[in-house]
């Protein structure tokens, strides 16, 4: 009968003490569980930074290139003023070697951006649909720093009539 | 010969099935609370090994990060308001020589139909996506039919005469690209 007392309180004790492990247990583990988290919401406020900075140093390096690439652009598609001529010449060359009539040609310059000289030129042609999309397209493919600014079509009993805006620039 | 049976225990009797019940039950909860600690203090702690590394190594990355934001800051603004003007006055012409007249007039020969006549056509950098127009059309049947036809352009009419020959002058714009 003794015994069987004995073996009683050895189990309450047993119990008591895996009650105790237990409370103890998920008390580290929701200390460690929280440290966790803040470590987790570390973690990502660090990348962010570093994210952050990475953005920052590539806009740096990129403003820090934008004179290198300024003057490569200039030299590339912005010839000197001496040129013009050249210019001139190959224009009347696209428009005779398209078959059109060049009925008018007027001219405006002005400096801009500093140090580049903005040419319009105001011109028609007079000749077929396909030859005047042909002259545009040319136009449009040139490297230069030559564009359309506007091109108006009519339509006379002569036949058809397309006047241009052409915009070229020029350093001075 | 009948014997007396007597009681004469001080004690009441043990209930040895109660007991040995009770017993296991209250070892089986020791076993189920100490297994649970056990899951308890072995779990995760939220991050992985790799993560701890990157952790420390992101750490010491990070001396110094306001400074640095701050200088880097600092130059671009610097650099931004010495160079900013001729950058945008390069993106202004590259945009101005990137857009294409060709295509404008690719997608009306596409959209107009054979009998309709185009008198005016005005493409403008200053409207890059809009096509402004005169057209003659040679009977009301062939104005609906044009109508039609381009009302997916984002049509837009500013007017429509009829003449005595029953043809129509109308003027309209369309819509190109985006």
Redesign the interface.
Known sequence: ?KK?RV??WI??G??V???V??????G??SA??S???R??T??AE??Q??D??AK??D??EA??N??AQ?EE?RST?IPDFDRFPAFRDNLQKRMSGSGLKPLKLTYRMRP???DAKLVTLEFSLSGPYAAV?RF??EV?SQPE???????????TDSGLIASFVM?A?FAR | MKYLDLNVASKPRLNYLRYWGLTVLLLAAAGILTWNGFVALGGEDGLTLEEKTEMLSLRRADRGYADSLEKFAAETRRLKSRWEGRVRFANALISRKANSFIGGLNLLEKALPETVYLNRLTLDQDRPNRLEMEVLVPAYTELINAYRRLSSYQLEITSEIPDRTGRYRVSLSLRIGK
Do not use: C, N
């Not at chain 1, 492990?21 to 998920?26: E, K, N």
């Not at chain 1, 720093?145 to 339509?155: A, N």
């Open positions: 009968m069987l073996l009683a189990t309450t047993l119990l003490a895996a009650f492990f237990w409370a103890v247990g998920r580290i583990a460690r569980y440290s966790g988290d470590a987790k570390e973690l660090l990348r930074h570093q952050s900075l920052s140093r806009l740096l403003w820090r934008a004179p300024l652009f598609t801009v951006g500093g999309k545009i397209h449009e720093m030559v564009y359309l600014r506007s091109v108006r079509f009519r339509r915009e620039y």
